[in-house]
């Protein structure tokens, strides 16, 4: 009994990194309007500062995504820490574009090599038979610390001096005292390797695994660049189109829709993955509904289910189509498979989104979201259809 009281221990304190870690890849959202203010610079611009990001998060899978299984879970997640520390710098010393590009750069860094590592250390670190329940912990951190991030930054932008400073200070602090508390943790990793031998991935697709990968994938992608737009865009439509100037409010609404991602996420061990993936595209498919109606008639109610709806449906259709996936993929390629799959859902969150900066300066802001919302929408149609054909293997995660 004791041992186990330790073991959650161990295992909510690693969470509370993990936590700390994804807060900072999605701090300056609400911020956005007040650096646009600051330095001039276009709705383009933005979305591709936001991308940024995700080509940091596809190279560090790439290069690194095996590291933890090589070098051990506390060195990567040290590693970490130091990118999102680094990363926090460069936003204090943010003087132009160069300094915000470097910033997400090194964000993307960070949550790359935490969203593998830290998954991996909080279940090593549960009790036997609490695997499970381990899981649900690494899913609500992850989820949860990306809804962290623009609430805490849009409250202190909001309510506390020094807006596009004091978020980082604070995130900074937290890295230092996450940096402690992995310190007083264990490596579960036995005989973990020097650093010279983490080799870079190649993605893989075996043969049996694409009948499943095909709709898992599309779904991955869509789901991801809903929030991809929701990130990088919906502060700047909420102020100029629908007058919230609340930066509180607008990193509330953001934050909604990572908070409905850990709610569907906890949904498929209810429901099973051969009817979470198929739910969980339907679910989504209203979400970018209500996205379309809320750019259609600017309204503000429509936002908020679109955040919620679509958060609930990407939820659903990522963890049964991760599931699935790793469900498929022999056992000795499952690791490359998995990191294929992060590499097609992380380009979601950077492809569509520099797609809709582009397209947001001869058509508006409004007709480029609209746009975007018909793509998802055909290819969310497309995922559901061959899964009703063809569903995928029954297992629960």
């Known amino acids: 009994m004791v041992g186990d009281r330790q073991g959650w221990l161990r295992c909510l304190l690693a969470g509370a990194v993990f936590v ?18 600051k330095f001039g610079f276009s709705e383009l611009t ?23 299984d090589r070098i051990g879970r506390r060195p990567t997640l040290f590693w970490g820490l130091g990118f999102a520390a680094a990363s926090a710098v460069c936003f204090l010393s943010a003087d132009g574009l160069d300094w915000l590009y470097a910033g ?4 993307g860094l960070s949550a790359g090599l935490f969203t593998g590592a830290a998954t991996a250390y ?10 499970s329940r381990a899981t649900l912990v ?20 909001e309510y506390a001096p020094e807006p596009l400073l004091l978020p980082f200070a604070v995130h900074l602090a937290l890295v230092a005292a996450s940096a402690l508390v992995l310190l007083r943790l264990p490596e579960t990793v036995r005989d973990p390797r020097p650093l010279s ?14 009948p499943v990968f095909v709709p898992a994938a599309i779904a991955s992608f869509a789901g991801f660049a809903l929030f991809g737009v929701f990130t990088s865009v919906s502060p700047a439509f ?4 629908l007058h919230v100037d609340n930066h509180a409010v607008s990193g509330l609404i953001v934050a909604l829709a990572f908070f409905a991602s850990t709610a569907g996420q906890l949904a498929v061990g209810r429901f099973g993955v051969s009817r979470s993936l198929p739910l969980g595209c339907a679910v989504l498919f209203a979400g970018l509904a209500f996205l379309a109606g809320a750019l259609s008639v600017e309204l503000l109610a429509l936002v908020v289910l679109a955040a919620v709806v679509g958060g609930v449906g990407q939820g659903l259709s990522f963890r049964a189509a991760l599931s699935a996936v790793a469900a498929a993929a022999p056992v000795d390629r499952r690791a490359a498979v998995i990191s294929t799959l992060f590499v097609v859902a992380y380009t979601g969150i950077s492809i569509p989104v520099i797609g809709v900066g582009l397209l947001s300066e001869p058509l508006g802001l409004e007709q480029a979201g609209l746009v975007f919302t018909g793509c998802m929408l055909v290819l969310v149609t497309s995922a559901a259809l061959y899964l009703l054909r063809r569903p995928v293997p029954t297992r629960t995660p």
């Open 122 to 131: 909080v279940m090593d670190l549960a009790p036997p038979g609490g695997q």
């Open 104 to 107: 997400r750069l090194l964000s």
């Open 238 to 241: 909420l102020a100029r189109y």
């Open 197 to 210: 031998s983490v080799r870079p991935q190649r993605p893989a697709l075996p043969a049996q695994v694409r």
């Open 20 to 37: 700390v870690g994804m807060t900072g890849t999605t701090l300056p959202t609400p911020l956005y309007p007040l650096y646009q203010e």
């Open 138 to 157: 690494a899913t609500a951190a992850n989820m949860g610390g990306l809804g962290c991030g623009p609430l805490l930054a849009g409250l202190l932008a």
């Open 46 to 68: 933005v979305t591709v500062v936001y991308a940024v990001y995700a080509f940091g998060v596809i190279g560090a899978l790439l290069l690194a995504g095996n590291a933890s």
